[in-house]
T-cell receptor, first 111, second 115 residues
């Protein structure tokens, strides 16, 4: 089955700097790659996703890149703000199978 | 629609007791998922339904766990004879599985503490 590895497990950045979180996946049939943000006491919330027919997607300060050959995808957050502090999860799916999640990255944005 | 609703939000029980969690999905969503999340880990898949049919169960779902989704609406997850290792956050999510990939909307979760 699918296996998703996520790095780093913790990340601290200064406010205004960029943050990058990387994930690798094992199943070459996976074609859907979402990113979720989880704040304390809340469930994960979808922030951006990418499908295998595109290499990059951007939404304001957030972007995701996908390299299908290398089987890795990354989340980029620019101009970080204190409210970006949370745990971020990547996930992968073939589209018709349940999402498999990485172990998460705790992002701390220091004001 | 207020999103995915889970109850209770927190349950404390003694080892050996049975517990039941309820999930009310977004009304137009036909798929409903249960995930388990332990401290410092990502959500782990337990089981999912399409309408009232339970389509897949993870090997994590031992025979002490049972999930139902009568009439394809709300779902319940029951854990019998709870063990301390069952302590976790139980997350419910729903999606509309038409063409394309799963776009899951999660509830806030039900936290189980087994003493």
């Amino acid at each position: 089955g699918e296996n998703v590895e996520q790095h780093p497990s913790t990340l601290s950045v200064q406010e205004g700097d960029s943050a990058v979180i990387k994930c690798t996946y094992s199943d070459s049939a996976s074609n859907y790659f979402p990113w979720y943000k989880q704040e304390l006491g809340k469930g994960p919330q979808l922030i951006i996703d990418i499908r295998s027919n595109v290499g990059e997607k951007k939404d304001q300060r957030i972007a995701v890149t996908l390299n299908k050959t290398a089987k890795h995808f990354s989340l980029h957050i620019t101009e970080t703000q204190p409210e970006d502090s949370a745990v971020y999860f990547c996930a992968a799916s073939t589209g018709n199978t349940p999402l498999v999640f990485g172990k998460g990255t705790r992002l701390s944005v220091i004001a | 629609d207020t999103g995915v609703s889970q109850n209770p939000r927190h349950k404390i029980t003694k080892r050996g007791q049975n517990v039941t969690f309820r999930c009310d999905p977004i009304s137009e969503h036909n798929r409903l998922y249960w995930y388990r999340q332990t401290l410092g880990q990502g959500p782990e898949f337990l089981t999912y339904f399409q309408n009232e049919a339970q389509l897949e169960k993870s090997r994590l779902l031992s025979d002490r766990f049972s999930a139902e989704r009568p009439k394809g609406s709300f779902s319940t997850l029951e854990i019998q004879r709870t063990e301390q290792g069952d302590s976790a956050m139980y997350l419910c999510a729903s999606s509309f599985q038409g063409l394309g990939a799963n776009v899951l909307t999660f509830g806030a979760g039900s936290r189980l503490t087994v003493l």
